[in-house]
């Protein structure tokens, strides 16, 4: 049987912390049939090439490119496309509202960053569309033996977050809950979070014996002011005046128009795509576009024993990967398949390279972590379900786009592997 072709997400600093540890990742490629490194970059690499020739990293990256390059590996440079993370937002590319998203409730990121920390860019912004393209291009020109850019995070962020909380011992807070009103949760370290009560449920007012509140928090994007108006746009339906509150207009369009909600949705992130290609393109004309994207939302449905949710991928988090397929935006994806058992990966990649009509090839992730460890023997099962499908869908012996998998990521997976 024929080995797959496969690639592997590599992030610096873990068990590649000097140039003596390139060989060894050399070796795993060779061994394993990696063909493809998605290298995460960071935007301080850029200035760091520039401005310090000699820091350590910097010369890691030079050294690994180099060694790849003579190997027949191809490097590419990942970047996380519209999620920032940091501590302190000073530091951000962009400074202020207009450029992050708001989500249904009509709460700015950027006010509430996610867990305190995550930053989530608006791609209907300009200034964002021109930072990320510039960025992705820049990363070509600073470090120009990469064979493309991959991007992850090229997506909305979604998660409908719900507490049910058992109040029957909460005594007299029940005589201020109320449904609709917001409830906010701080932490010591000044990260807020709100959340909305959804449901309140009481036995008894006096004595104060509760039953249950729930909360929720719809992280849903983008209704910001810029992005509703384009959606009447793009949609050519007018959101109803009387309608004042974000919330309100989120409500309202969901109810009403969510198919055209959806594709505006997926159009915005597709348009994304289609200007970091342009951009790219212009600096390397054969340079390679490449995006990490998601099965499910949200995900890790089978740890919570729940089912997939058909194309909840493309109406949550904006991603119409098959769409970038058809038009020639990406050379190839990579599909974080994590968090499945052997007969639930076999149905998703199948479903999956149907979906893109073997235009491109895929290569299918597999997370391994301590919470979620996979065994050599597990992930033998893994690759022969990739290669039985090379298999059976291959057209013909010139047919070149056979799919392998993705390991996440090479500091987790080396040591079995
Ligand atoms: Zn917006």
Not at 250 to 266: E, G, P, R, T, Y
Request: aromatic share 12%.
């Amino acid at each position: 049987m024929r080995n797959l072709q496969n690639a592997a997400w590599l992030y610096l600093g873990r068990s590649i912390k000097d140039i003596g540890h390139i060989d060894q990742l050399i070796s795993w490629c060779i061994r394993n049939n990696v063909a493809k490194l998605l290298l995460q970059f960071s935007p301080m690499d850029l200035k760091t090439r520039s401005e310090h020739a000699n820091n350590s990293r910097i010369k890691i990256i030079d050294a690994l490119v180099d060694k790849c390059t003579e190997n027949n590996i191809e490097v590419h440079g990942m970047i996380s496309t519209l999620l920032s993370i940091t501590q302190d937002k000073n530091s951000l590319p962009l400074q202020g509202k207009n450029h992050y998203c708001v989500d249904y409730h009509g709460i700015s990121n950027w006010e509430e960053p996610l867990g305190g920390r995550g930053f989530l860019f608006d791609p209907t912004s300009d200034g964002v569309k021109t930072l990320v393209a510039n960025y992705c291009s820049d990363i070509l020109k600073t470090f120009n033996k990469l064979s493309g850019i991959h991007l992850d995070f090229i997506r909305y962020f979604y998660y409908d977050s719900i507490l049910d909380i058992n109040t029957k011992n909460a005594g007299q807070l029940i005589l201020i809950l109320k449904e609709g009103y917001p409830i906010k949760l701080e932490m010591a370290d000044g990260s807020k979070t709100t959340y909305f009560i959804e449901k309140v449920e009481n036995s008894y007012m006096d004595p104060p014996i509760g039953k249950s509140v729930v909360l929720r928090r719809r992280c849903y994007f983008c209704f910001c002011d810029r992005c509703l108006e384009l959606f009447q746009e793009h949609s050519k339906i007018k959101i109803p005046g009387e309608l004042k509150t974000t919330n309100e207009k989120a409500k309202w369009i969901l109810s009403n128009c969510q198919v055209s909600w959806d594709k505006f949705h997926a159009d915005t992130i597709t348009n994304l795509v289609r200007c970091i290609k342009t951009s790219i393109c212009s600096v390397k004309s054969d340079a390679q576009l490449s995006a990490a994207i998601w099965y499910n939302s949200p995900y890790g449905n089978e740890l919570r024993n729940e089912p997939l949710s058909p194309s909840s991928e493309y109406k949550h988090f904006g991603q119409e990967w098959w769409k970038w397929a058809d038009e020639g935006l990406v050379d190839f994806l990579c599909p974080m398949d994590y968090w499945l058992s052997p007969e639930n990966y076999k149905d998703v990649v199948t479903k999956q390279l149907k979906k893109i009509k073997r235009k491109i090839p895929m290569y299918f992730g597999l997370l391994r972590t301590d919470e979620y460890s996979i065994s050599a023997n597990r992930l033998d099962e893994y690759k022969n379900i990739v290669m039985d499908i090379n298999i059976h869908t291959q057209n013909s012996i010139s047919d070149q786009k056979n799919n392998g998998i993705c390991y996440f990521h090479y500091d987790t997976w080396k040591d079995i592997t």
